[in-house]
């Protein structure tokens, strides 16, 4: 089944797609979405990220489009775990930009995305 990209989002939950992380190749988590890229075209209370369990690796979500771990990075998924941003799975008052964020990781592997209360 061919993944039909997201061209508007209002409320709930906002499937991002899946994505193929090649180590030091940093991608927007909008990439696989049919939506503006220019700034704050797209908020959302939380970003959540889930990586099956092979390989063993870390996955980075990246505040700016920058390679591997350091000090941009807000959120560190190990292999086989759900994460989300901000971290514990409350949603808050405030606004992710989400054009902001990239994933990279320490392995080639394979993750899924989501946005929650997303607005486009």
């Known amino acids: 089944m061919a993944w039909q990209a997201v061209t508007h989002s209002i409320g709930g939950i906002t499937p ?3 994505f ?19 700034r704050y075209a797209f908020q959302c209370r939380q970003i959540g990220i889930s990586l099956d ?10 505040y700016g489009n920058i390679a591997g771990k350091g000090g941009q990075t807000a959120l ?10 901000p971290i514990g799975i409350r949603t808050t008052d405030g606004l992710i930009d989400a054009t ?5 990781g320490s392995a080639a592997c394979v ?3 989501y946005a929650m209360d997303a607005t486009s």
């Open 53 to 62: 369990s092979t390989p063993s690796g870390e996955i980075y979500l990246n």
């Open 76 to 85: 560190i998924v190990q292999s086989g775990q759900q994460q989300s941003l």
């Open 111 to 113: 993750v899924a995305v």
């Open 100 to 104: 902001q964020y990239y994933l990279d």
């Open 16 to 18: 991002l797609g899946v």
């Open 20 to 38: 193929t992380i090649t180590p030091g190749t940093p991608q927007n988590i909008l990439a696989n979405t049919a939506l503006d890229s220019k």
